[in-house]
């Protein structure tokens, strides 16, 4: 990790435009969990890798996920991330799109130095898949016709593609057969959606501190996440006008939150979508089943454990 954050740094700089350093340095050194970069660096690993181009990989994968933080922070007028305040916010939305280009591009040049064809096929889908998965996201948000299906398309597409592609990539570049490399992907894949599952269960239940945003940010912005997808399947006629009101219409008032918060309680659906995060994780231990027992192989395990240990 410490050689994936010297790439970073390097990869990150520019001699002509240091807006570029100043805005990736804002977002890289907030302190994220770095849980894609080190998913690449384990899978490499775990498949026999020793090579430097898992670091390259790695730092790629940190890149692509930075660059969507940015469009995100922009599309989503978000003030918060990571406990600070957006780059959005500090420079402007023009900064924001332009540096989240730069990333884009930066994470392409960091591929092609790797000499794998594949390589580049996987992460190319996977940029693809995450952009459709926001537009999809930016359809689907505030229709309450949208089913947990769709809500799972979603979260596959902005979240989970790029863990599994993350996962998929480190196997790749070991040489791995298909079944590993499928195992990996498979892994990377359940992960991200108990990750992105979590992640939105926090929002109506997690500390604001912990979570480095305000909680009810998603009801705010009119988000469909999974409580609120399972307690508008539940509602009754008042109920489901009041979701009308406030997500379709976008007519917020005080206490509306709580109100909010009041229905996902008497329909459980919070206890769950918790349930379906827990599942999830299991699906990715489960993944990883197949692989020879090893220390990495336990620490991947271990590692779905930890991204639903904020709901356990």
């Not at 992640?199 to 239940?205: I, K, P, R």
């Not at 979570?211 to 705010?220: C, E, H, I, Q």
Request: hydrophobic share 45%.
């Amino acid at each position: 990790m410490a050689a994936v954050n010297a790439q970073i740094t390097q990869r990150m700089a520019s001699k002509h435009a240091p807006r570029i350093p100043e805005v990736t340095a804002h977002l890289v050194d907030a302190g994220g969990k770095r849980l894609r970069p080190m998913l690449t660096l384990a899978a490499a690993r775990l498949c026999g890798y020793d090579g430097p181009y898992h670091v390259h990989l790695a730092a790629t994968v940190e890149f692509i996920h930075t660059a969507t933080l940015l469009h995100d922070d922009v599309v989503d007028e978000s003030e918060r991330r990571r406990g600070r305040p957006t780059a959005n916010l500090l420079w402007d939305n023009k900064s924001s799109v332009l540096v989240g280009d730069y990333l884009f591009s930066r994470s392409f040049q960091l591929m092609v130095e790797t000499g794998s064809l594949r390589v580049l096929d996987i992460l190319a889908n996977a940029s693809a898949t995450i952009a459709e998965g926001e537009v999809l996201q930016l359809t689907a948000a505030s229709d309450l016709a949208t089913t947990e299906d769709v809500y799972l398309q979603v979260v596959r597409g902005k979240t989970a593609a790029l863990f599994s592609a993350a996962t998929e990539v480190g196997g790749v570049i070991a040489g791995a057969s298909d079944d590993v490399t499928k195992a990996l992907y498979d892994y990377g894949d359940a992960l991200g959606i108990s990750f992105q599952i979590v992640d939105d269960l926090l929002d109506y239940g997690g500390a604001a501190a912990s979570l480095g945003k305000n909680t009810g940010d998603d009801f705010r912005e009119r988000k469909l996440t999974l409580p609120v997808i399972k307690a508008i399947a539940k509602a009754d006629e008042t109920e489901r006008a009041f979701w009308v009101r406030t997500i379709e219409k976008g007519d917020q008032r005080d206490g509306d939150l709580d109100h909010a918060m009041s229905l996902m309680a008497k329909h459980d659906t919070l206890e769950s979508t918790r349930q379906d995060a827990l599942a999830w994780a299991a699906k990715a231990r489960t993944a990883l089943s197949s692989l020879p027992e090893s220390d990495l192989r336990n620490l991947l395990m271990e590692l779905s454990d930890y991204v639903v240990s904020r709901v356990v």
